[in-house]
C-alpha cells in the first residue's frame, strides 16, 4: 500500500497479558516512530527508528515496553502483563529520511483497551 | 529540550471566516522544523504545512498559511475561508537536532455552518 499500515486496528486485551502491535512503514522510508495518544490528549513520544537501530528510546514508559524493527521495514511495538493506564490509541508514523525538515506520515493507529 | 504550547483548547469559527491557531515553542537548537498536522474524528495524522527556522518567508499552502515569528518563537496555522470539513484537533509541532517531532497538546476547532 501506498500509506502507512497498522496492525490491528483495535485490540482489546485482559490486564496481565502481552500485546503486539504492528506497523508497517512507507516503502524506502528510513525513519519510524511510535507515539501514544491518550483519549482527548496530545502525541507522546515512544521510541525513534533510523533504519534497524533506535537512536532513542527514552519515551518507552516502563521495561514493559519493547520495540524493534528489522531492516528499514515492519516495526513491532511489544507491551508485556499489560495494564489499564496502557489505554490509548497507538500511533506510528515514518518519513523519508528523519530530520528536522521531513514531514512525518502517519498510520491510522492502533486503539488498544485493556480490560 | 524541545517544547510546544497550544493555549486554546477549543476554538469556533463560522464557515467562510478565517481563523488563527495558536502555537508558541521553545528550543535551544539553531535549527528547526515546525509542522502543523490535522486529526479529524477518524483519527487519523494528516499533515499541512512546514516551515524551516532559516525560511525567509511564511510557508503558504492553498488555504493554510503559517504566521512564523521568528523572535517570539511562535508559529501561527491561518485557515482561510473555513470549511465545515476543516472541523478537527489541530496539533502543532516541532523538529531539531533530535529529529524527534514534539507535539503539542493540540486545539480543537469548530466550523459553524
Known amino acids: 500500500g501506498a500509506g502507512v499500515s497498522q496492525s490491528p486496528s483495535n485490540k482489546v486485551t485482559e490486564k496481565g497479558k502481552d500485546v503486539e502491535l504492528r506497523c508497517d512503514p512507507i516503502s524506502g522510508h528510513t525513519a519510524l516512530y511510535w507515539y501514544r495518544q491518550r483519549l482527548g490528549q496530545g502525541l507522546e513520544f515512544l521510541i525513534y527508528?533510523?533504519?534497524?537501530?533506535?537512536?532513542?528510546k527514552s519515551g518507552l514508559p516502563s521495561d514493559r515496553f519493547s520495540a524493534e524493527r528489522t531492516g528499514e521495514s515492519v516495526s513491532t511495538l511489544t507491551i508485556q502483563r499489560t495494564q489499564q493506564e496502557d489505554s490509548a490509541v497507538y500511533l506510528c508514523?515514518?518519513?523519508?529520511?528523519?530530520?528536522?525538515?521531513?514531514?512525518?506520515?502517519f498510520g491510522q493507529g492502533t486503539r488498544l483497551t485493556v480490560v | 529540550a524541545q517544547k510546544i504550547t497550544q493555549t486554546q483548547p477549543g476554538m469556533f469559527v463560522q464557515e467562510k471566516e478565517a481563523v488563527t491557531l495558536d502555537c508558541t515553542y521553545d528550543t535551544s537548537d539553531p535549527s528547526y522544523g515546525l509542522f502543523w498536522y490535522k486529526q479529524p474524528s477518524s483519527g487519523e495524522m494528516i499533515f499541512l504545512i512546514y516551515q524551516g527556522s532559516y525560511d525567509q518567508q511564511n510557508a503558504t499552502e492553498g488555504r493554510y498559511s503559517l504566521n512564523f515569528q521568528k523572535a517570539r518563537k511562535s508559529a501561527n496555522l491561518v485557515i482561510s475561508a473555513s470549511q465545515l470539513g476543516d472541523s478537527a484537533m489541530y496539533f502543532c509541532a516541532l523538529s531539531g537536532g533530535s529529529y524527534i517531532p514534539t507535539f503539542g497538546r493540540g486545539t480543537s476547532l469548530i466550523v459553524h455552518p
Open positions: 527508528f533510523q533504519g534497524n537501530s533506535a537512536p532513542d
Open positions: 508514523a515514518s518519513s523519508l529520511s528523519g530530520g528536522r525538515n521531513t514531514e512525518a506520515f
